[in-house]
């Protein structure tokens, strides 16, 4: 039970994202994300509307349309390695899918709207919310060959393997 609710959790964060598909207000740079602000179980986790992350100038700001949920995610909001994770808030999230997006002026490998997908570090994760940035060599092609949901599932998975 306590699965499926956090998987419904992420399923409703990433569905209002992309059913909406039109851009977040500039005005007011907001977005949703599934934040923790203590360890525990499941229910440490809320829905909460926080400022959308501006990419530095080595960084690619990503829409996040996809997340997994892998076991690591599990033990970072456990407190299991808490020593190696950044403070609170904290939004957790290894894999995320970029549909769209902006780049900071040094990015040169990827432009906006290319499809990509991300693995991102015990202290930079972020992929349970609606926008995330990320370096170059956190990304790879999304392959034209698999879904965003199918693509959201190979970074921490295929690391593993």
């Given amino acids: 039970m306590k699965r499926v609710r956090f998987a419904g959790l992420i399923a409703m964060l990433v569905s209002a994202a992309t059913a909406s598909g039109s851009a977040p207000d500039p005005e007011t740079a907001k977005m949703r994300a599934i934040v923790i602000h203590a360890y525990g179980g499941p229910e440490v986790m809320k ?31 456990k407190g299991y390695l808490a020593k190696l994770v950044g ?39 972020g992929g349970y919310a609606e926008f995330v940035t990320a370096k170059e060599d956190e990304l790879a092609p999304k392959p034209s060959t698999i879904s965003f949901a199918q693509a959201a599932g190979v970074g921490a998975a295929g690391a593993t393997a």
């Fill in 87 to 125: 403070n609170f808030p904290l939004i957790l999230g290894m894999d995320a899918v970029r549909y769209r997006g902006k780049d900071g002026n040094k990015v040169t490998k990827y432009k906006a709207g290319d499809p990509v997908f991300a693995f991102f570090t015990l202290k930079g994760e």
């Fill in 47 to 77: 829905l909460e509307h926080m400022a959308r992350p501006e990419p530095a100038d080595d960084e690619i700001l990503i829409r996040v349309v996809a997340a997994s949920i892998n076991p690591v995610d599990v033990a970072i909001r």
